[in-house]
């Protein structure tokens, strides 16, 4: 069982800057691809950020590059997202995914709970 534990959401004001967290087990990082979406209220899933297990790539939503940074941390099986310049349409439910690495960026065999992040204007 793959189980994806997210934390680091809240509120923020526009322009401010939250990290977010996943905490996988090792097996879990050697396996998958480790992946951000976001849903805003009323709206698609979005892809937001993907990073390869060797941590040499990472791959980007065009509506958060420049200001979203996906890492990861193999000694503690964590994956961050940092997230700078924010924007009130970056509001929105943020969980973490793990996709086979063959399989398309927007696709992920399991997925966390979410985080809740609000940018206020």
């Known amino acids: 069982q793959v189980q994806l534990v997210e934390s680091g959401g809240g509120l923020v004001q526009a322009g401010g800057s939250l990290r977010l967290s996943c905490a996988a087990s090792a097996r879990t990082f050697n396996i998958y691809r480790m992946k951000w979406f976001r849903q805003a209220p009323g709206k698609e899933r979005e892809f937001v950020a993907a990073?390869?297990?060797?941590?040499?790539?990472?791959w980007y939503a065009d509506t958060v590059k420049g200001r979203f940074t996906i890492s990861g941390d193999n000694t503690k099986n964590t994956v961050y997202l940092q997230m700078n310049s924010l924007k009130p349409e970056d509001t929105a439910v943020y969980f973490c995914?793990?996709?086979?690495?063959?399989?398309?960026?927007?696709?992920?065999?399991?997925r966390g709970q979410g985080t809740q992040v609000t940018v206020s204007s």
């Open positions: 990073i390869s297990r060797s941590g040499d790539n990472t």
């Open positions: 995914a793990a996709g086979f690495p063959v399989s398309p960026l927007y696709e992920y065999q399991y």
